[in-house]
């Protein structure tokens, strides 16, 4: 038997927007796809042969003779993911479809597959499988929150070869807050659970084997509690080794940061931490910074010089769109970003994901403007601002973008990997 794995092309911010290639200094970063495919790789049993395919390379539609084909995507690939799942069950494949838009909007997916997984797929891909072998797969599969002391080392090597820049690196998975536009505390749980160390350290290790970078993913890891503990003896197992990690990026947030103390930051410095992508828009601090509330833009400014001081490059992904944001938003934004010395910058769109608390509540006030998943991508203004038009949170978007890299020219010169990333 064989099954064949395939993660859907979606577009970028340039893609969507390819007035951007004029005036931002572009690189060719390729994220890793999602942990996912990779942890149902190594989930399947060894009678079962492994294709895989990695549609933002080539098109993943050619033939092949898998007995089933298993599609992995989020909100910006559903609609590419959709369609190849129509194309496959045409070719008269078995399809299955898991991850983040199939467990938020299964009923969405459901007419264009055999089946769709809910939840984190490890707990049913063997029954996934031996259903598929039997030619009775059943529509729905659910799976609940799973025992990460169980699960085997994901299959990165699948994704070797294909160009990727960096791999996530997991400490945990799920998420006790509530972030209003984050999908996390739904897909996975409402509360966070560990990897036992010497898997995190297991998944280093063969990153590092094979010459690669890992980029820490989930910013629970900064808070107080099990996730930190874990980041933190995986820093420690680091340094006791004397050397440093290979790692391109650790997610964060400014009330993170503002939490962390200097020691810490030190240590994941010293451990091979050398940028942060520091999420904005999802938090208090950087909700409030940008439209007139004083102290939380000092709180913002203290966060970013302590990046500075703690030698760690504070890439800021600044969102805009959300429901106190107004024209004068994104001149207020570039202020703050050239008296706080940022040096690079992504600037994107406030986008209700489904299944999220914002797409519950912009349902809820008909504000979503259409479904097109594919404009789900951040890129892409989907739904109607409190005040200001679509076109007019679109125009911001891009002016930030034209504006910060305006004076910032020297970027173009960095080498790549040093310039914009998720570009
Ligand atoms: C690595 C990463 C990326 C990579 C890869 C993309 C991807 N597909 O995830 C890159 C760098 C390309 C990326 C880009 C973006 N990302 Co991103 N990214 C992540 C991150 C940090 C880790 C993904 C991961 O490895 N997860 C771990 C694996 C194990 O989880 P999983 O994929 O959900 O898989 C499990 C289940 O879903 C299920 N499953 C998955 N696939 C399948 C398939 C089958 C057949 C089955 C049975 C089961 C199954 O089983 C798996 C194992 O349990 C997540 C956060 C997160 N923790 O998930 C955000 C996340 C996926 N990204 C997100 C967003 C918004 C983006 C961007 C749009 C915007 C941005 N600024 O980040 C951009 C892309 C567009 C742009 N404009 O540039 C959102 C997704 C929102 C949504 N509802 O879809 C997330 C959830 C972050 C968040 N907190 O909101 N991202
Ligand atoms: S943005 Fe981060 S802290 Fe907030 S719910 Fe999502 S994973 Fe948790």
């Known amino acids: 038997m064989k099954v064949l794995f395939v993660y859907p092309s979606f577009d970028r911010h340039a893609g969507s927007n390819p007035e951007l290639l004029e005036f931002v200094p572009m690189n060719e970063y390729l994220g890793s796809p999602s942990l996912g495919i990779a942890s149902l790789a190594a989930c399947t049993p060894p009678d079962w042969e492994i294709e895989y395919r990695d549609d933002r390379l080539a098109p993943a539609d050619g033939p092949t003779d898998a007995d089933l084909v298993a599609l992995s995507f989020f909100t910006p690939a559903a609609t590419r993911g959709m369609a190849l799942a129509d194309h496959f069950r045409a070719m008269g494949k078995q399809v299955v479809a898991g991850g983040i838009f199939p467990t938020m909007m299964p009923d969405v997916v459901a007419p264009h597959v055999d089946a769709v997984v809910v939840g984190e797929g490890e707990g049913v891909w063997a029954q996934v499988l031996a259903d598929a072998a039997a030619k009775r797969l059943q529509p729905r599969y659910r799976s609940g929150p799973i025992d990460l002391s169980t699960v085997p080392l994901p299959r990165v090597d699948l994704y070797f070869g294909t160009g990727a820049d960096d791999y996530p690196l997991q400490v945990s998975r799920g998420c006790g807050m509530t972030c209003s536009a984050c999908a996390l505390p739904t897909v996975m749980d409402p509360h966070v659970r560990t990897f036992p160390l010497e898997h995190v350290v297991g998944q280093l290790d063969q990153l590092t084997r094979a010459g690669a970078k890992g980029c820490l993913t989930e910013d629970t890891g900064w808070f107080p509690g099990a996730a930190h503990?874990?980041?933190?003896?995986?820093?420690?197992?680091?340094?006791?080794?004397?050397?440093?990690?290979?790692?391109?990026?650790?997610?964060?947030?400014?009330?993170?940061i503002l939490a962390t103390s200097m020691t810490f930051l030190a240590k994941a410095k010293s451990a091979g931490v050398d940028m942060f992508y520091l999420v904005g828009g999802f938090d208090p601090v950087t909700m409030k910074a940008f439209n007139g509330d004083a102290k939380a833009l000092t709180r913002a400014q203290t966060a970013i010089a302590k990046c500075h001081d703690a030698g760690i490059e504070p890439y800021t992904s600044f969102l805009i769109g959300l429901d106190d944001d107004d024209e004068g938003t994104a001149d207020r934004m570039l202020e703050f970003a050239n008296r706080a010395q940022i040096r690079k910058a992504e600037f994107a769109v406030f986008t209700p994901y489904p299944g999220t608390p914002s797409w519950h509540r912009l349902v809820a006030q008909d504000r979503i403007l259409h479904r097109n998943w594919s404009r789900y991508n951040d890129a892409n203004v989907v739904f109607r601002p409190a005040k200001m038009s679509p076109d007019a949170l679109h125009g911001a978007y891009i002016s930030l973008w034209r504006e910060f890299y305006a004076g910032r020219g020297h970027l173009a010169d960095l080498p790549i990997g040093e310039r914009t990333i998720q570009f």
């Open 229 to 256: 503990r874990r980041m933190s003896e995986l820093f420690d197992t680091v340094l006791e080794r004397g050397s440093t990690a290979a790692i391109s990026y650790a997610g964060i947030s400014m009330p993170m």
